[in-house]
């Protein structure tokens, strides 16, 4: 009689290897492109991980090092490992420490962030022969993401679409990615207090105008080239129907400063799911204008915003491996 078919053993991934990630910063929607359009800030997280024969710790500077885990329940490790797991391999230990730039909860992709820098890590801690590929990157950060328009610039960096595909594909998740104009420079506003994008989805419709529909299809079109042709667009481009006044309670003065601002003519926009609030300036007289404005605003608020001119990264997530 055969005996019984066993699971072979995990393979076992090495102490010793090394590996230092760069992930940056993005913006989603762009105003009316919802879930699909998306753009690459320099504003970095770094991440160091370092494979060990047993144990799992986290050392953490900037963004969360008052709150999130230090051990195995980092969401960074939970995610490596399984991964790992998932590929048929057993990491016994490691140690990270990350120094986190990226505003938590504030629409500007730091999720995504770290769960494309769990994907660059298990990169890493695989064989070179895997040949782990960009679009692998892409399918395993959107899966944990949930969806893929903050994951797709977070990979390639600069201005991506991004779309979901039969959900039955092993390539669900694709993305192409575009060279943003020259003359396009991003500003940011970030205030102080966060907002859960969960809870900022809650306030969404289910259904909209047939009207509002075709507005915002319209607008959406324009995007690609106004983002990367022709920046005289932009105004017209951004705005959006489907979702930035319905999430209005829950960030009143992100849009009333996106109204003030595109009452003069700028680009403004939510970033992602807010509360931030970026403006597409073009060319460096409006930038300052945009920042005066925005710093104005901001001295008669209650609360604190940061208001920061961001270029657009067009590298993408970078890493660096040592093996031993």
């Known amino acids: 009689m055969a005996s019984p078919a066993t699971t072979p053993p995990a393979n076992r991934v090495p102490a010793g290897i090394v590996a230092k990630i760069k992930v940056p910063a993005t913006s989603a929607n762009l105003g009316p492109g919802f879930d699909s359009a998306g753009i690459a800030f320099g504003l970095y997280d770094e991440l160091e991980i370092c494979t060990t024969e047993a144990g799992f710790t986290a050392e953490i500077e900037g963004e969360g090092q008052n709150y999130l885990p230090t051990d195995a329940r980092h969401l960074i490790i939970a995610q490596i490992r399984m991964r790992l797991d998932n590929l048929g391999w057993h990491l016994p230990g490691l140690k990270l420490k990350a120094i986190n730039r990226i505003p938590h909860s504030r629409g500007l992709g730091s999720s995504a962030a770290a769960h494309m820098a769990a994907a660059m890590a298990v990169k890493a801690l695989l064989p070179p022969d895997a040949?782990?590929?960009?679009?692998?990157?892409?399918?395993?950060?959107?899966?944990?993401?949930?969806?893929?328009?903050n994951v797709a610039p977070a990979v390639y960096g600069g201005l991506t679409f991004s779309w979901k595909q039969d959900e039955a594909s092993e390539e669900s998740y694709q993305a192409i990615r575009m060279d943003p104009h020259p003359d396009i420079t991003p500003v940011v506003a970030i205030p102080a207090k966060p907002l859960s994008t969960a809870a900022a989805r809650t306030l969404l419709p289910a259904t909209v105008p047939y009207t509002e529909a075709v507005a915002n299809a319209a607008r959406a079109a324009l995007?690609?080239?106004?983002?990367?042709?022709?920046?005289?667009?932009?105004?017209?481009?951004?705005?959006?129907?489907?979702?930035?006044?319905?999430?209005?309670?829950s960030m009143p003065e992100t849009l009333e400063h996106i109204t003030a601002?595109?009452?003069?003519?700028?680009a403004a926009v939510v970033s992602g799911a807010g509360p931030t609030l970026c403006v597409f300036a073009a060319g460096s007289d409006e930038t300052q204008s945009v920042?005066?404005?925005?710093?104005?605003?901001?001295?008669?608020?209650?609360?604190?915003?940061?208001?920061?001119?961001?270029?657009?990264?067009?590298?993408?997530?970078?890493?660096?491996i040592f093996r031993p």
């Open 131 to 149: 040949e782990i590929s960009n679009n692998d990157l892409l399918q395993w950060a959107s899966e944990a993401e949930g969806h893929p328009d």
């Open 223 to 249: 995007l690609a080239p106004a983002m990367t042709g022709d920046p005289k667009l932009l105004f017209a481009a951004t705005e959006d129907w489907l979702h930035q006044r319905y999430r209005q309670p």
């Open 291 to 320: 920042v005066q404005q925005l710093e104005q605003r901001a001295a008669k608020s209650l609360q604190h915003w940061d208001v920061r001119i961001l270029p657009v990264d067009t590298e993408g997530a970078t890493i660096e």
């Open 261 to 266: 601002l595109r009452a003069h003519g700028h």
